[in-house]
């Protein structure tokens, strides 16, 4: 591999890139040779080393891309999108994201949480937007996910949501428990509106 070819990788609109990403682009056989170089780029300031297997142009990178690229398939979800949402207002530091495992990750002084769903549901891109160079739930998916992991859950905020996208939504999680759940959120809502 060129030194130009990692500088094209660099000219993407990608601020986060993975080892395998790289080899793929590169087209350099020899992975071995391919880390060498990676590690000569990384010292001479032209590549940031996040974590192993992990690089960025700068220490400048988007936070969402590397949630997203730690463990694939995920998408940010959960908290991180309901308080930019306004439908929870208690401020988190961590970034939590949909996955394949449960973990808690600080990679690079960001806390990364990390939450399993069943693969039919985080393979199901309902109420998923995707950012170009990450994935992230819509505040209804966000929504649901949260209900979906937790028995009660307490919301400050449910009217930025979109109750027809909820209900449109709800059906790829297939459970009872949490369909009734939504159900009765969306009645107390209800009511409190009409008070």
């Known amino acids: 591999m060129e030194k130009a070819d990692i500088l094209n990788i660099l000219k993407s609109n990608n601020t986060v890139f993975s080892f395998k990403e790289i ?14 170089r990676i590690y000569s780029y990384i010292k001479n300031g032209q590549l940031y080393g996040i974590r192993r297997g992990l690089y960025a142009k700068d220490k ?16 940010v979800s959960f908290e991180t999108v309901l308080a930019e949402a306004g439908v929870t207002f208690q401020h988190y530091s ?12 600080d990679c ?22 995707n950012k170009g ?8 998916r966000a929504f649901l996910d949260i209900v979906y992991l937790n028995k009660d859950y307490h919301f400050d905020n ?16 297939e459970n009872k428990r949490m ?12 009511s409190k509106q009409s008070q």
């Open 179 to 190: 369909t009734k759940k939504v159900n009765q959120y969306y009645k107390d809502f209800k």
């Open 133 to 140: 160079f990450y994935s992230i739930a819509s505040k209804e």
């Open 60 to 75: 400048n990178y988007n936070k969402f891309e590397l949630a997203t690229k730690i463990f694939i398939p995920a998408y």
């Open 94 to 105: 961590q970034i939590f994201v949909a996955s394949y495992q449960t973990k808690e990750i």
């Open 23 to 36: 080899l793929l682009t590169s087209g350099e056989s020899n992975p071995a040779l391919l880390r060498r």
């Open 158 to 173: 449910l009217s930025p949501l979109d109750w027809d996208k909820v209900f449109s939504i709800l059906p790829l999680y």
């Open 108 to 129: 690079d002084g960001q806390i990364f949480s990390f939450k399993k769903l069943k693969t039919n549901i985080l393979n199901n891109n309902s109420g998923i937007e």
